[in-house]
């Protein structure tokens, strides 16, 4: 994806978009709900990529073929969780490790959002942010 595409889209998806000069070419640097999307532009090609996601410290490695499915990720479902929050899936109470857009995705969708929940007793799981319920922000970022 080039810079342009990926800027488009962004716009499209009500992402802040903010370009800084890079080693190469630039960076866009794409914002939204405390999820921000950092790729480095090599001319026209990303060379690399990392996300940040709430409530979580620092950035993470991001595939570059991932760009797109983070960007056209559903809004209010990337939204309603931050990383270290309480979280019930049913009967099972635990805390939320991670949030990620899946992977396979209809193009033309908004991407459908999971978390990945370990659960107090022992075990995780994968849910979808819709069967899940948020029952206490994180109190500290992780």
């Known amino acids: 994806m080039n810079p342009h595409t990926l800027e488009a889209r ?21 914002d939204r709900d405390e999820w921000i999307v950092q790729v480095a532009f090599d001319g026209s090609a990303p060379a690399f990529a990392q996300i940040r ?3 979580m410290e620092g950035f993470q490695h991001l ?7 983070y960007v056209r990720g559903d809004r209010a479902a990337m939204s309603a ?3 270290g929050d309480r979280a019930a899936v049913g009967e099972r109470v635990g805390t939320v490790i991670n949030i990620y857009v899946e992977a396979g995705s209809d ?22 942010t819709t069967f899940a319920t948020r029952l206490q922000e994180a109190s500290c970022a992780r």
Do not use: C, N, S
């Not at 992402?15 to 890079?22: G, L, S």
């Open 10 to 30: 962004g716009q499209r998806d009500e992402w802040t978009i903010t370009a800084e000069p890079h080693t190469g070419g630039r960076m866009l640097i794409l």
């Open 53 to 55: 996601k709430p409530g």
């Open 81 to 83: 969780f931050r990383i």
């Open 63 to 69: 595939d570059r073929r991932d760009i797109a499915r």
């Open 107 to 128: 193009p033309g969708r908004p991407g459908k959002v999971r978390l990945r929940v370990a659960y107090d007793l022992g075990g995780h799981a994968d849910p979808y």
